[in-house]
């Protein structure tokens, strides 16, 4: 059928087939890693086992799509690295973020105990303020979990005072307050490793804290960050489902490009040749 004939119809159902199944099946098309989410999954790797970790949710529903899958990826890595990890919140929908990836999480790692090897401490408003607070005494700031439980009942919380108890910070970032607190609270004035995962729109804005002044370890920029990271650590996810949709839809968009460019070139040598 000429290409200039075609009921457009046709190329909706293909569009929607080409989106619709890799949404439904992961069939993880190859992913080429970058740098930067090298360094986090380096991060990660090189950090000793028992070791305390924290992952601050600092974002809200609009932002899921693109953070949740680092934060269920960054979860996933940090269990099993045997990593302990202290979940916080800057944004105050950000506890609801990290609950909904830990309950999807608990069948898959039964053997992690709550309070034992990861808490969720919840939301503190005051941003920078509560992360200088945070360094100078961890427990001042956060006296209960976010389930209430005084944070003297927390066996992982027993041995925590300040920052110096933890041996990196990832912030999930759709915004302020996020990242930038996080960097130039916990990484320039305590010293700390700090990495983070942020949307799309925000990557320009960050990436000066990895590439020119090293204050951020590595950087998970959007889905495709995510899809990065899902790849690195052998558990294929939602973000490597939306990448493999994108290069899905991309390539269809180009299949018929070139065919009726090709039935464009082939109708105007017909005509040359009838004249």
Known sequence: MAAK???????????????????????????ETTENVRAVYQMV???????TVLISFDYDPASKPELHPMGRALLQHCFEKDLKVIITALWPMGVMMANDILDDLQPSYPNKVYGQDYVNMGFKAGGMVTIQAMGKHFKGIYTTDSNGTPVENIPMMKHIDNFENIAFVISLSAGAPGVKEWVQVAGDTYGRQVSSGVTGVSVSSVMPYVNEQKQLTGLLAGLKGAAEYEYLIGHPGTATSGMDAQSLAHLIIIIFIIIGNITYWRNKKKQK???
């Open 5 to 31: 004939t075609l009921d457009r119809r046709w190329i909706f159902l293909f569009l929607f087939i080409g989106v619709a199944l890799p949404l439904i099946f992961v069939i993880g098309l190859p992913i």
């Open 45 to 51: 790797e090189d950090t000793p086992a028992g070791s």
């Open 273 to 275: 040749k009838e004249v």
